[in-house]
């Protein structure tokens, strides 16, 4: 790493997170091939990487954008990861490595970072890489105008930079944060070029321009993208082996959200690789002597369904608990997932740090007890069955997006017959305006959503109480508000010690669930089908594909 002041090695012991390691099934850069022996078993041989051709990745949904800091999708970082560069990266044993920045020190106060940044790097399109790029990047973030997503929370407590000389840089942190070097190695803080950000304006989210591997083509909606290699390319980070220029031409992302059609595009060589395996087809893919299936363990937050607090009866604790006991999770799991997935019990996913193992098999499904909480409440049920109160009746908006990513629209359909038992009818709205019906309007009462992420500091976007003007923005999930989990939440923020991180984010997991705030449902495995001529395809340590070590044979 360098010449590294103490401060910084001290500091990195306690900033590691203790994370559960990434299930990397994937072939290795000097790729390994399988062949018969002549006693009829297999032996594993090296072949070298060939260099050239077209991979063709099969997408299951549609990124909302290819700009890093204005995405909220995980299938959009799938694409524009091989684009965009970070400062650092998190290896495979989750200490914090060089990328784009080659050492680093810490204040005493942790509240600043002083980067050292390579001087060989130069965005595609010939703007080099600097300290001016970092500072305009991070600024480019928090400037409201940008209306930046994830990056927003991910960069936080951030305040300002400071260019020391033209590969130096000085991040001031408001607060200290235990979070903040792993979430500077998520694709979603990835480096922009400030030339083609200015050029473009709104319209860099379709005309990205970073410092990676690949290099933007093209973008058709709702059918492919497509990014060609990188010439220039030498400086891929410490996850990849080949760190120079990627061995394929080129990548095609094909957007197929249709399941069948996805899977079956592999399987026919139309698409050498096609993502989000449904459960039906692991086993016949597993069998099948022309195809490999990859699979990692995705950590952060698994798929959650919110309540919207801020609409009635959803504000009260009783609503929520009588929706969260008539909801079979087991049930839906087993019957649509064919247990290829995990239930979550959690705000939280496994194996990240502070997951508490004690809420699971905590809330069973119980019937009697969701009744007798409406009961309290005053809803009666009418001849239909459906319970109403001062002649209105008790109707719960369901909203999901279009397409069915992940059989998340036969979610809503299997509680809505689970509620009915209980006298709540549900109403389902699929729409394809996610951004506007709940982000800008908040109108739903239940609406699904997980993210990918390193450290449970990502708790804070979702649960910790915003500001007026935040809300103005953007409207917060579910808009519980509760001082408690607010004070805990800061706590784990700027807490350096992971055994008390751990205790804090306990506590925080354990009031969300009993105060009924959202239903967990699952933890999704991201899984890859590919065709055996495809070698060197690697997850980073969030589970998103890398492709710098991947050739076709």
Known sequence: MGAIHLKLIKWKKLLTITLASALLLSGCASSTTTKPSSEG????????????????????????????????????????????????????????????????????????????????????????????????????????????????????????????????????????????????????????????????????????????????????????????????YHWGPSNVENKVVPYLDKITFKIIPEEATRIGSVQSGQVLAAETVPPQNIVSLNNDPNQQLLQVNTIGLPYTLFFNQRKEPWNDVKARKAVQLAVDVDAIVKTLYLETYSRAWSPLTPGILGYDESLENKNKPDLEKANQFLDELGYVKGEDGIREKDGKKLILNYVDGTPNREKRNDIAVIIQQQLKKVGIKVEINITKDIASVVQQKADYDLYGNSQVNSDPNALRAFYHTTTPEEEALVKRLGGGSDPEIDQWLEEGTVELDPAKRIEIYKKVQQKIIDEAWIIPIYVFPYTVAASKTVNGIKFDALGYPLFNDVNIN
């Open 41 to 232: 078993t297999t032996k594993k041989e090296e072949v070298q990487p060939k260099e050239g051709g077209e991979l063709t990745y099969a997408l299951a949904t549609s990124p909302d954008s290819l700009d890093p800091h204005r995405s909220g999708l995980a299938v959009a970082v799938r694409a524009f990861r091989t684009i965009f560069d970070s400062l650092v990266v998190q290896g495979s044993d989750n200490s914090i490595q060089p990328w784009l920045a080659t050492e680093w020190t810490v204040s005493e106060d942790a509240k600043s970072y002083t980067f050292k940044l390579r001087e060989d790097v130069t965005f595609h399109d010939g703007t080099p890489f600097n300290a001016e790029a970092v500072k305009y990047s991070f600024d480019r973030i928090i400037d409201p105008k940008t209306q930046a997503k994830n990056a927003v929370a991910l960069l936080k407590p951030y305040e300002s930079s400071e260019v020391i000389d033209e590969f130096t840089i000085k991040i001031n942190l408001a607060t200290p944060s235990s979070a903040f070097l792993s979430n500077l190695s998520q694709a979603m803080l990835g480096i922009v070029s400030p030339t083609a950000a200015e050029k473009y304006g709104d319209q860099f989210v379709k005309n990205p321009v970073g410092t990676g591997p690949f290099k933007f083509v093209s973008w058709t909606e709702n059918a492919d993208i497509v990014v060609e290699k990188n010439e220039e």
